[in-house]
Every structure is written in structure tokens, then in C-alpha cells.
């Protein structure tokens, strides 16, 4: 039997409040680099180098679509990025990925092996992942559902659990799975070797996937049809229909299918995973010094042990502590014990509930032509240093209730101001009045810094009404 080549599903959504400072809404932990300079989502990408695998085809938010285009980029396949209108769970999200892939003409194979991964997993022992992936093909080319079992090293909590039943080719029949246990229970199930946990990751021919979706979640594959069937497809994204795919029921891979179909097997993999749920999560799988801290940023410890330390732009001193993490970012500082790091998400529940911005922006924020930092604002003025990357040019734009200064620091911007488009260097300054049609762009071969001082009655970020857009944006991007 020919090997069928495995396309990637990276499933990319979610909003990492455990992780919170420096993990928001707005970018979640899958696009930071907090372990090496690759990213999570780069990372899962690169850890797939000689499995055989064709171009991936992500699953992201809408409102992260540019984040995860730059950073597909970055490591040199885009493939096809999928976005969602709405979350809806991992069920829909792989059901719309099998769709579009049995419709990709540009694929090697009509019915391929899709291989369903989470972008903010850690797994450190790159060989035998693919050792495990390798022996799962056979099994899914002949009809199984695979999932793969981390091999538990304690009675973890936070973690669903997969019960092993006869053995089957190169894995095991799944027996039951097991929602979170107490830690009884969980050191039961570890004892026993007869468990693993349940790792989110999952190895199955296209179609198999859908016969088994349309098989006990009828409705999801329904919604699923007509939401792709109506999709249009805007430069690296697909974009499916939001009126269809509003109406699909929310569920996860695991109650839709994998708990009822009888083709479920388990393949074994001791590979250094980490789902990175918490901060002492974090702390486990980073590099430490002789006394336990895992540091990151300018710091200076003294007598301190067995503590993560994140830092900023500023240094950090701690004297006398152990057992605590210390996360330092531009606009919040997160101070807490590795016993209680699982409660960062009411922190994060408080700050909304209290109409705050730091549970969804930090204070600098991405956009597709570069970023933005929010260095100061007061009641009808608003600093920010701009960075546009070389090539990159915002909207044409205007707002009703804001003028804007631009003074260059570094770089030539080529502005429109009204009627006239002009270059403006470094050391020189530009001023946009309220309701003129404006435009800003990197003509050159280094990034543009520059500062913005916007200055009216109302400073949001809302108050844009955009023209033209190379990126696609609407007046609410």
C-alpha cells in the first residue's frame, strides 16, 4: 500500500487566560516565542520537517488572520488559513479543514491523511514524535481514528485521561476516555498503566473523519457543508460563510466522535509534551539555573528559588522567594504562587467584567503593515510610536474626530495628505486635520519609525473610515 502524504491541521484558535499578562485575547500564547525565537505556532510547523507533509491548512479567529498569515510566512509555507467567524470548537473547526482539503485540486492525493495538532503544544523530543506519527499512518490509511496518548510521568489534574483497551497493530483500542479526575484518581489511573493523557492530537483519512461526524453529529457536518460550500477566498484565507457557520453547534472532536465511534485507537508517545496551560507549566519544560528559577529578561535574584521570572523592558529584583512567578509586561505586572497559577483567568474574568483593555491589547499591538506601541494618552491626546514595515502602507483613511501630527524618527514615509502625496524623512513632521483622507507608507528598505500625536473629542480606535485597503480590512479591523 502506498504511504498517502499527511496534510497538517493546525488548529490555532483560543485565548490563553492562563497564561495571562503577557498571553491576551488579541495575541494568545500560540504566537508568542516563549521558548527559542520561533513562536508556538512556527514551532508546530517546524517540528513537522520529514514527515512527508504537503502545505497546512490552519484554523484561526478572524481577528487574528494577519498574525498567523506573517507568521506562516516567516518559516516559508502559508498553505491555507482558515478563519472562523466564531469559535465553535475543535469538532467544526477539523470538519471544515477535511472539506476543504477533499476539495484541494492542487493536492497529491484525493483523500489524505490529515494530521490535527494544537499550535501551543511543546514537545521537546522532535524524533519520537515522528517515530509515533509514522506508526500511526498504517492504521488511519485502513480506516482508523488515531489519537495519540502522552505517557503520563504524574497524576496530572489538567488533563483528560484515554483508557487502553486490547492492542491493535501499532497502538491500542480505546477502551473509554476520562473527563479531568481528582488527583486520587488520577494517581490511580497513572499506577495502573493502563492510561494516558489526552493530548488533542489526531491522525485520520479526511473522509473517515467526516462518515464519522455525519454519523453521530449529523447536524455539525450540515452546517459545516453549507458554511464552506458559501466561502470566498480573500489573498492566503478561506473564508467561510458566517450566517451558516453561526448556526453549528458547538463540540469538541472528542464528544462528537472520538467517544462514539468504534474505530478509535490510541498511540503511545513519550515526547516531552507540554500543553503550556499555566505558568508553572511554563516554568517545568523552561532551562533553569542551579537554584530553580527560569529567568527571562534583566533580572538580579538573590536568594530566590524554584521561581519563573519574566521580564520586560525593566529589570527585576526579588529577595527572599521561592515557589513564585513574576510576570512583568509594558502595561501590567503578574505576581503569583506556581500552587495558584491555575486563577490567572479571574484575574482575567475581573478585567473584563471592569470594561478593561488588558485582557484583550497589550500596549503594543500588531497589524499587517507592522505594529503600534500606546506610549501615553490623556483626555484628548494619544502618543504612539509607529513601526511600518519596508513595502508595507496603512489605509486610506479618514477619522471624524481626531487630527493627527506624524513626526518621523527613522526611515522615509511617503504620506497622502488630501490632494498632495509627499515624502517625509527622518527629523521631519507632517499634520492631518480632522476629516481629511489620509495615507501612510514605507517606501524604503528599513522599517519607518515614527510618532503619532493624535489629538480630538474621541480617540478610539473605531473612529476610522477606510477607503482602501490592500489587506482587506473593513472600518472595524
Known sequence: METKLIVPVIIAGGSGT???????SLYPKQFLSLEGDSTMLQSTLQRLSGLGCQSPITICNEEHRFIVSEQLRQVGDIGSVMLEPVGRNTAPAVA?????????ENLQDDDPLLLVLAADHVIEDEDAFHCAVEAAIPM?????????????????????????GQRCDNGFEVNRFVEKPDSQTAQIYVDSGEYYWNSGMFLFRASRYLEELRDHRGDIAESCEKALRNSITDMDFIRVDGEAFNRC???????????????AVVVPLDAGWNDIGSWSALWEVSDKCENGNAVVGDSILHDTRNCHVHGGERLIATVGLEDIVIVDTKDAVLVAHKDKVQDVKSVVSKLKAGNRSEWQLHREVYRPWGKYDSIDMGLRDHVKRITVNPGA???????????EHWIVVSGTAQ???????FLVSENESTYIPIGQVHALENPGKIPLEMIEVQTGSYLGEDDIVRFSDRYGRGSND
Open 96 to 104: 471544515l479543514a477535511a472539506l476543504a482539503a477533499l476539495e484541494q
Open 18 to 24: 492562563r497564561l495571562w499578562p503577557l498571553s491576551r
Open 393 to 403: 502602507k496603512l489605509s486610506v483613511q479618514m477619522h471624524h474626530h481626531r487630527a
Open 415 to 421: 504620506v497622502t495628505n488630501g490632494e498632495e502625496t
Open 249 to 263: 453547534p458547538e463540540d469538541s472532536i472528542d464528544y462528537a466522535v472520538m467517544e462514539k465511534t468504534k474505530h
Open 140 to 164: 488511519a490509511e485502513k480506516g482508523a481514528l488515531v489519537t495519540f496518548g502522552i505517557m503520563p510521568n504524574s497524576g496530572h489534574t489538567g488533563y483528560g485521561y484515554i483508557q487502553r
